[in-house]
């Protein structure tokens, strides 16, 4: 059952509460759009695209707990998503280490996610307008939640799509390469995404729908590049980004920015989607001061910015230092050596970019 009280009960106290604008549909804006609504703040969301739609994303929400997601309005829309226990990190084929998450990560994709959020906005009497890209607004009362900030210098490429009939050995799989690593999911209705973070070559000789396979080749993962290429595509699934950096994105002033825009983490870590529904949460209750006209817009940004850097700045600095560390073969080398040994502290690791 739905409960939309918390969004219906005051339709008087809603009037009286100044709109909040989003510009972008991702998780960050939605689950924010959600959190707002809920405590009855009139809010609109700018997509630029329309739902549903594929993102590249690994796909598996882990390290987020009960509370944010009820406080974000999501726990009845992940109800059903996928419980994901084992996991393991393999390169080249061989099976580095393997190990069990303290608490089952949930498989979901974007495709089913976003469009249930999007439409629970709705349901509680906010505006999602798609096929809206905004450019350049500022001022008070605007969130910017669309997604990563340009860097054409990048070196990254990320491509992610949707098969039926891969085998796999774990229900969340890392593949390390010399040129990157991908990660393997189940979601829903026997699908799995396979999402990889490649360093970008323009040498390599590859169509769209062959881009993936080719990438993993390139990198030494053979094995699951054939597997790709032998599975069932999900159509329309195949999708790429480019352009970005990780890390603490530089704040712009008078601006509340979330999601991507202001920080990227590191795929390897799968905490990527909890970020986005921590944010919404941390930004939640200054932009709810704000609306209710209690704190400036100024305090509200300032507040927000420094709640989100309190907030994320060891995991960002944890999963940077990891970042480097795999991308190394000295890294991977000794990080097998001590998965080998049984020394490898993995939880105590996973724990630092939760």
Known sequence: MV?????????????????????????????????????????????????????????????????????VGLTDLVADARRHHSLAWIEGGRTLHRDRLPVPALGISRWVLDDRMQKRVAELGGVVQTGVRVIGEAGEGWVWAAGRRPNPGSRWIGLKAHLRG?????DLELHLGSNGYAGVCGIEDGWVNVCGLFRLDRSLAAGREDMLAAYLEAGGNSGLARQVRAAENRSGSLCAVAGFEFGRQPAVPGVVCLGDAS??????????????????????????????????????????????????????????LMHQVLWRPAGRAAFAGLSRLRLLPFQTLLAMVR
């Open 3 to 71: 409960d939309l009280a918390r969004g219906a009960e005051d339709r008087s106290v809603q009037r009286t509460m100044k709109e909040i604008t989003v510009a972008g549909g991702g998780l960050a804006g939605l689950a924010l759009a959600l959190a707002l609504g809920r405590r009855g703040v009139p809010v609109r969301v700018h997509e630029a695209g329309h739902y549903p739609r594929h993102r590249v994303c690994g796909e598996f929400i882990s390290g987020v707990s009960s509370e944010t997601l009820a406080i």
């Open 166 to 170: 891969l085998p796999m050995s774990a």
């Open 263 to 320: 920080s990227l983490i590191p795929p390897f870590t799968g905490n990527g989607m909890s970020m986005a529904f921590q944010a919404a949460e941390t930004a939640c209750d200054p932009l709810l001061e704000w609306a209710s006209g209690r704190r400036s817009w100024s305090a509200t940004t300032e507040e927000v910015q420094c709640a989100l850097a309190r907030r994320f700045r060891k995991r960002l600095l944890a999963a940077r």
